[in-house]
């Protein structure tokens, strides 16, 4: 591992924050640091039961280290512990959370816009269909088959109707099964997804914003994963280029920092592009409110209790690096993505014949998929299983993925199925910078990996 700058990073800035308390009286804590370090000591052994996340090997699930300053400014925030409810809970952290949104949205081109951060992705889509719902209280809401899975069950939260979408062989949400919906004449909001979790899969956004103008729908899109690709959308290939490029003309918009944005766990962010929808979060709770008439953050937002540390952390992160077009953590998703597009492209061009990869295309981000070669969908879902476990006796940890046989070309010769039914395959989120150096490391141990399942058996 590098050295850990965040102790001494720590040290320093919680001298200079202690000293604007030091005119209070001292009282007396009752830790027992000794005690302590007992304890803390048998909680870094359990933590070592998990996979190197940190690690550029670790290129599976999608999981992406916090940044330091953020580490370092989320410990710093829980000597005050601030919450981001109202500015009684945390005056500070509540300016900082307005101005990361803002930030953020301006990712988008929103200026004049309502958002906040939420716990997660999840309860984000929540407030954008709950929204959506009181707008529209009796239509449907639709989405990709390929969408997140818990659209579904919000809607069943919100007791709003929802209906899947069939998805093309790339993951994206199919156009003539979304305008048959739509001719049905009560579906009230689209769900886009830009970025779907399973592949990275890019909704064509343009196309729908076209049937949004003729048949009259709210477009929410979905990018807690792929929101920040906006930021290199123009390095994207089409038509994922031209999907990011109108994902201002959104009505809502999900981002989770806590994704590809640095951040630790607990950071998720909703934006509305039409500021009035605050109304719908109008309550008169007579315990919280207030000592000062400024806009407090619990009077735009569905949950009560919010981590201002979130807040602080995610601040110091985008002052550091400015999520930007060129910017330094612009730089960095494009080599994540580089490098998936290098895992791919030798995929493809291996001369072993023992990966297959989606027959549609390359990564329209940073994941990669593929399937073992075999003659069975069945066999080849073994294989996946065998190689997964064989790259982490190699220290290179990958994800397994249920796909569609059909998104793969029919092997010649091999198998007869007709393309119905689903394949297990190897996934790879590169979503690390240093992804990018370490692709021929990653290389070399997926393919003596595969080599070693296939001649074993
Ligand atoms: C991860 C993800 C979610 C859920 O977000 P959480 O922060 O895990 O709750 C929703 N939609 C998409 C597209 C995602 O990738």
Redesign the pocket.
């Known amino acids: 591992m590098p050295t850990d700058p965040v102790p001494e990073l720590l040290s320093r800035a919680t001298e200079l924050l202690e000293e604007q308390f030091a005119a209070l009286p001292a009282f007396d804590s009752a830790a027992n640091p000794a005690a302590m370090a007992r304890v803390l000591e048998g909680v870094a052994r359990r933590l070592g039961d998990n996979y190197p996340y940190f690690h550029p090997l670790y290129a599976g699930q ?1 999981l992406k280290p916090p940044h330091p300053l953020a580490r370092a400014a989320y410990a710093l925030a829980m000597t005050i512990n601030p919450n981001n409810h109202a500015r009684d809970g945390g005056r500070a952290s509540s300016e900082m959370e307005i101005e990361a949104v803002r930030e953020i949205a301006a990712i988008f081109g929103w200026a004049d816009f309502l958002g906040h951060l ?8 929540l407030e954008a269909l709950w929204v959506a719902g009181q707008l529209a209280p009796a239509r449907r809401i639709v989405g990709s088959e390929q ?2 899975y ?2 579904q069950r919000i809607s069943a939260v919100l007791k709003l109707e929802y209906a899947p979408i069939a998805a093309d062989r790339r993951g994206r949400m199919s156009m003539e099964a979304l305008e048959d919906e739509l001719r049905k004449g009560d579906v009230g909001t689209v769900v886009v ?5 399973a592949i990275g899969a890019v909704d064509p956004l343009d196309e729908i914003l076209a049937l949004r103008s003729r048949y009259g729908f709210r477009v929410h899109v ?5 929101g920040y690709f906006r930021l290199i959308s123009e390095a994207l290939d089409e038509p994922a280029r031209r999907a990011f490029a109108v994902i201002g003309q959104a009505d809502s918009i ?1 981002i ?1 920092p ?2 590809h944005g640095l951040q630790p ?1 607990g ?2 962010c909703v934006l509305f592009r039409d500021p009035t929808v605050g109304r719908f979060y109008k309550h008169d709770s007579p315990y919280t409110y207030f000592t000062s008439r400024q806009l407090h953050l619990g009077e735009i937002s569905l949950e009560c209790s919010r981590a201002g540390a979130s807040a602080v952390a995610l601040w110091a992160t985008q002052k550091l690096l400015p999520p930007v077009p060129g910017g330094e953590f612009a730089l960095g998703l494009a080599r994540g993505r580089a490098a998936a597009m290098e895992l791919d492209r030798r995929l493809r061009e291996d001369k072993s014949g023992r990966f297959q990869a989606l027959a549609g295309g390359g990564p329209e981000l940073d994941i990669v998929v593929w399937k073992a070669k075999a003659e069975t969908p069945q066999q080849s879902s073994a294989l996946a299983q065998k190689i997964f476990a064989a790259c982490t006796l190699r220290d290179l940890h990958l994800a397994l993925v249920e796909l569609p046989l059909r998104w793969f070309q029919p092997v010649a010769g091999f198998e007869s199925a007709n393309g119905a039914g689903t394949v297990t395959c190897l996934r790879s989120v590169l979503m690390k910078p240093e992804h990018e150096a370490w692709l021929d490391a990653i290389w070399e141990r997926l393919t003596a990996a595969s080599a070693e399942v296939l001649e074993t058996g």
């Open positions: 999608m939420n716990s997660s992705g999840t309860l984000a889509n969408a997140h818990t659209h997804t830009l970025g779907t979790t979905d990018a807690a994963y792929g999900v989770d806590h994704k766990y950071c998720g």
